[in-house]
């Protein structure tokens, strides 16, 4: 290969890399500030959902997400649910607090105005410790957190945990 087309492939590589920085930190700067909402929670997959309300706090850096919050329910359940997200180019890695199992790690990436993470539990839930995670951005002021685990028993796909946030 010419040295000036090498020079030209490694100029464009960081330019595209610049670009892609760029739009992953307009992403997660839009996810900053203080959310509230409501939404429905599974503690199992096959336990009937909990309705609840939620309060969060979203600090961000051009690469990073940082969620502080706790949700309410009835007969006063109340759980403090939080993630650390950082970026990395287009890929995402961080650790979640929230599903009493101790810390679970988060990678994946975002399509559109949606992180798709995947979830590893620190124990076992739900016979495995592999779940997903959505963080979607509805709109100028809207976000919902999504926790979808897999049914043992039918192998299907089940919400374990629906949040729709506004920003307050």
């Known amino acids: ?37 409501k939404g429905t929670v599974k503690v199992r997959v096959n336990s009937l959902p ?17 969620l502080d919050g706790n949700c309410t329910g ?18 995402y890695s961080g650790s979640y607090v929230g599903a009493g199992t101790g810390p679970a790690a988060l990678n994946g990436k975002r399509a559109g ?8 539990w620190a124990k076992k839930v739900n016979g495995d410790r592999n779940a997903k995670m959505t963080i979607e951005k509805i709109g100028s002021d809207g976000m919902r957190l999504s926790t ?4 043992p028993r039918t192998g299907k796909s089940v919400v374990t945990s629906e949040i729709n946030l506004r920003r307050s």
């Not at 979808?148 to 049914?151: F, L, R």
């Open 74 to 91: 009835f007969l006063g359940f109340s759980r403090a649910i939080g993630a650390i997200i950082k970026s990395s180019g287009s890929t």
């Open 148 to 151: 979808i685990d897999t049914d």
């Open 50 to 66: 909990m309705t609840v309300s939620c309060k969060f706090s979203a600090d961000t850096t051009e690469r990073s997400l940082s």
């Open 1 to 37: 290969m010419k040295p000036v087309t090498r020079l030209f492939l490694s100029a464009s590589s960081l330019c595209l890399a610049a670009i892609a920085h760029a739009g992953e930190a307009d992403f997660l700067k839009s996810l900053d500030g203080n959310w509230s909402g």
């Open 113 to 120: 105005n949606t992180l798709e993470l995947g979830i590893l």
